[in-house]
């Protein structure tokens, strides 16, 4: 059967077709809007809504054409429902339910961040339930227990900002352009350790959750103290303890989570998962560490179709459709 995935949760429209006979991608496009949407610093909701209705038509035609498939080929149709921002995830569900109304074929609603737990997969064989899942992106910081496919139990979280949020906040207040994520941790790359130290909390709490809100804070104290012009070299120093404190935070509590579990295998999934420091500090865990590749770490249509391709028996009569903006994915344990 082939599928079709459509991601249009956030700042991306991604597309994808997915065999799921043979388990493989056979094509799929991506634009992102973060061009767009960095002359505002930070991601505008009705513009993206309004770009994603222009990219969702010529990327399906792109990735049916890049696939050498048609229409007529796709059997199901899966899309985000969810969590994300309401009027993107809407213009995904509207399109992918009109496009399987039009083609008689049925729709299967994905959770968005059950795409990104399952994109390891895309690029690796060798997982074996149950593992430890790590992940990390813009909106949630999430450790869980995955014992199958749609079996998963939350084990700890961040109580307040993600990781990437923190990222991102902590670029911001460093004067780095949107999405800072990324190039901060490129310029923590150039600094060196022990310049600057940054506080790990809740690293000692005697649970899996985290907290990374006073982590931005102690920078932006950090900062003020340095006074008005910093330095290239003092901001990639301050780059480097605050990326160094965020995966210390990580590395401490799925340390402890496979302690508890006795889980051996650990997938980590997100956009933070393509930080370079985090993957090297995961890889010294006593665990087999598995990592999305690059392109599956951020947000796209392959990791949608994948998961659709995995719920084939949810796959219902396309019509009318419901959003998801909050949706949690996991039962707490
Ligand atoms: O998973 P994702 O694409 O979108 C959400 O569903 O949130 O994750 C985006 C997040 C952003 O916060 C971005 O700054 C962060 O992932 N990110 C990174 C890196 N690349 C992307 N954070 C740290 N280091 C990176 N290399
Ligand atoms: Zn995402």
Redesign the pocket.
Known sequence: MLVLGIES??D?TGVALFDSDSQTLLAHTLHTQMAMHAEYGGVVPELASRDHIRRLVPLTNECLQKAGKTYADIHAIGYTQGPGLGGALLTGAAFANALAFALNIPVIEVH?LEG?LLSPFLSEKNIRFPFLALLV????TQIMAVKAVGKYTLLGESIDD????A??KT?KLLGLPY????K??QLAELGKDGAFDFPRPMINSNDLNMSFSGLKTAVLTCVKKQGENLSDLTRNNICRAFQTAVVDVLYSKIKTALSQTGFTQVVVA???G???A?RAKLKTLNAEVFFPKQEW???NGAMIAYAAAQHLDKAHKAGGFTVKPRWQLAVSS
């Open positions: 949760s956030c991306e968005h990104h992106s813009g909106g949630h993600a990781a990437g949020e990222f991102d670029a999405p800072g994520g990324a901060l941790s997100g956009g933070v393509a930080n370079k985090l770490c951020t947000d």
